[in-house]
Nanobody, 118 residues
Framework: QVQLVESGGGLVQPGGSLRLSCAAS????????MYWYRQPPGKERELVAS????????NYADSMKGRFTISRDNAKNTVYLQMNSLKPEDTAVYSC???????????WGKGTLVTVSS
């Protein structure tokens, strides 16, 4: 059974930090590129960051560059999102996605809520 389970969300004050985790099971995690997306309340889902299957290539949305860091541990089948200097506008449901380029397979997690508020 394929699963992507996010954790680490919660309430944090502006300027604070959180580390999200996305634990994968049921598929060949190390072959999949991984992505973090977010959906703020009442808005469209947007791409936050991506990381290649081996972890050597990362990309970020412009508004997250310098504040967020995506990483992965293929031995633990887990992808992470370290978020620093959080702002109220970072409030959103954060979800992870796995994508296998060779056949287009996509897997999604259900998301974890991050709320940035004083």
């Amino acid at each position: 059974q394929v699963q992507l389970v996010e954790s680490g969300g919660g309430l944090v004050q502006p300027g604070g930090s959180l580390r999200l985790s996305c634990a994968a099971s049921g598929f060949a995690f190390s072959r999949f590129a991984m992505y973090w997306y977010r959906q703020p309340p009442g808005k469209e889902r947007e791409l936050v960051a991506s990381i290649s299957s081996g972890g050597g290539t990362t990309n970020y949305a412009d508004s997250m560059k310098g504040r967020f860091t995506i990483s992965r541990d293929n031995a633990k089948n887990t992808v992470y999102l370290q978020m620093n200097s959080l702002k109220p506008e970072d409030t959103a449901v954060y979800s992870c996605r796995g994508h296998y380029y060779f056949d287009g397979t996509d897997y999604w997690g259900k998301g974890t809520l991050v709320t940035v508020s004083s």
